[in-house]
């Protein structure tokens, strides 16, 4: 069978969540580093796709393929640890504790972080020839999206805060979707259909999600994005890390978990 029952693939989950937590510091760091790096190569493709085809739904529809090549090698996200390292916790695996998922969350993040900032550096340089030219459409679309999702949810106030984070939350329903989507299947083939449904309706959507705001908003700023880095952690980063986690959560991991693993009984007639 290609396809996994629920009962299965939640169990699955579960596991790799375990899995993560018991993981080697060098080798959370190294997966985190790439799964950022890729992730950041992906955003710039779609971008780039959107403005030289003037069509954002191409850039959507394409986008997907850098989370399906960091899937496939194992690497990890800050989305996906936060929907899979807590139900290790919950189920009660052995020696698994909240500093120990609190742990690997801190490796994720400085892992994604540092590969996002990379992947930035090398394609402002690329763009600009050592900084040498003006970085182009590209350049002026990137500055004009950190901006906007900076400054423009702060000229709203609370009301902006709230909206970064609830579109965080919107964001990693979806990428969870992905990743438990690629659980459920055992062949390649379906992995990559599951996984790239929900994905595309996040980019499409303009969700926030936080691994790619690693790369976005600093190549940004280098290409001349009007907004500083407290405007990017208080109006954009930290919102969204916060919704990303709420999101796959509780709109992911709980209702899964608790219906296919922890049920409860089946009604009398």
């Known amino acids: 069978m290609s396809y996994l029952e629920p009962q299965e693939f939640v169990t699955k989950m579960v596991d790799a969540g375990e899995s993560k937590v018991y993981m080697s510091t060098k080798d959370t760091l190294i997966r985190a580093f790439m799964a950022g790096a890729i992730l950041g190569l992906a955003a710039i493709f779609a971008i780039t796709v959107a403005v030289k085809t003037g069509s954002p739904l191409t850039g959507a529809i394409l986008f ?3 989370f399906i090549m960091l899937y496939l090698m194992k690497f990890d ?3 996906g640890v936060f929907t899979l390292v807590p139900l290790a916790l919950i189920d009660k695996r052995p020696g698994v504790t909240v500093n120990q998922i609190l742990r690997n969350w801190g490796l994720v993040f400085v892992g994604n972080f540092a590969g996002a900032l990379t992947t930035a550096f090398m394609m402002s340089f690329i763009l600009t020839y050592g900084y040498s030219i003006d970085g182009g459409a590209i350049a002026a679309k990137v500055a004009s999206i950190g901006e906007s999702r900076t400054v423009g949810y702060q000229a709203h106030g609370a009301s902006g805060w709230m909206t970064i984070f609830i579109r965080g939350m919107l964001c990693n329903w979806m990428v969870s ?6 659980m459920i299947s055992t062949s390649a083939t379906g992995k990559m259909f599951a996984m790239w449904m929900p994905v595309m309706l996040f980019f499409f959507m303009g969700f926030e999600h936080s691994i790619v705001n690693m790369f976005l908003f600093p190549f940004s700023m280098i290409m001349g994005g ?7 952690l208080v109006w954009n980063e930290i919102p969204t890390v916060l919704g990303n986690l709420v999101g796959g959560f509780a709109l992911v991991a709980l209702p ?3 219906t296919h693993v922890r049920t409860s009984p089946n009604r009398a007639l």
Do not use: S
Not at 177 to 182: E, I, L, T, Y
Not at 226 to 232: A, E, G, K, Q
């Open 64 to 66: 997907p393929v850098g």
């Open 77 to 79: 996200l800050l989305t």
């Open 177 to 182: 979707m992905g990743v438990v989507g690629a």
């Open 226 to 232: 009007d907004f500083t880095i407290v405007d990017y």
């Open 256 to 258: 899964l978990y608790f």
